[in-house]
């Protein structure tokens, strides 16, 4: 059944014209073997498929009722089409772009990071400090220098207490430590009380003479099991 197909395919191509050109003929080589009709069943390949005959190229488009059409009036007609139709009106690429109402008061922003990120990683970088601001872009101090970013990455930065007085560094304590010694509390000792009891002297494990005439050594606690 399947070499039916393919002897099939290989006629309809090579009957082609250009039969080099294969891949610009098979569409229409697949669509006619859809649509001839087979003459053991009487139908086609579509009609056993979809239950309907398929729509061929030519059945799409309408014969001319008219065989000698005027050019005069064709262009009359072309004419007053055109001047009904009215043209569609383009659409406007300005995208709107939100911007925060307390950025241009804030004096701290944050700054979007719009490269690759990690996991995991904060979407901004900041706090930092205003310097100037325009209506398109602020002057921020990064690092060691001023940078220029837009609006668009910036969002205000709100703190609970003044950036000020959270980042001042503490100075170091003027006050002199004193000058006379200080004298540390008398340490008592109290004596013992405890009478000295003298350890148990620990009995040495008896040898014990093997055939060879070599002494073996036993674990202390193995000492009762030994004969």
């Not at 000792?189 to 073996?216: F, K």
Request: glycine residues 2%.
């Amino acid at each position: 059944m399947v070499e039916r197909l393919h002897r099939q395919h290989k006629a309809a191509l090579i009957s082609q014209p250009n039969p080099n050109n294969w891949s610009d003929n098979l569409p229409l080589v697949l669509l006619g073997l859809r649509s001839s009709v087979k003459d053991d069943l009487h139908s086609t390949s579509a009609e056993l498929v979809a239950g309907i005959t398929i729509c061929l190229p030519g059945e799409y488009v309408q014969p001319s009722t008219d065989a000698n059409p005027n050019p005069s009036q064709f262009v009359q007609q072309l004419e007053d089409r055109m001047s009904h139709l009215r043209p569609i009106p383009t659409r406007s690429s300005f995208t709107h772009v939100f911007v925060h109402n307390d950025l241009y008061t804030s004096p701290f922003v944050f700054i979007r990071n719009n490269a690759v990120r990690k996991p995991l990683t904060p979407p901004y970088d900041g706090p930092f400090k205003v310097l100037s601001s325009t209506d398109k872009y602020f002057v921020v101090q990064k690092a060691d220098k001023p940078d220029t970013v837009s609006i668009d990455r910036l969002k205000p930065a709100y703190f609970d207490t003044p950036p000020s007085r959270a980042t001042r560094t503490l100075s170091p304590s003027t006050e002199t430590p004193p000058t006379h010694p200080v004298d540390d509390p008398p340490s008592i000792i109290t004596p013992d009380t405890t009478p000295h009891r003298p350890a148990p002297p620990q009995q040495q494990p008896s040898l014990v003479t093997r055939r060879s005439g070599r002494y073996a050594r036993y674990p202390f606690r193995f000492h009762d099991f030994v004969s």
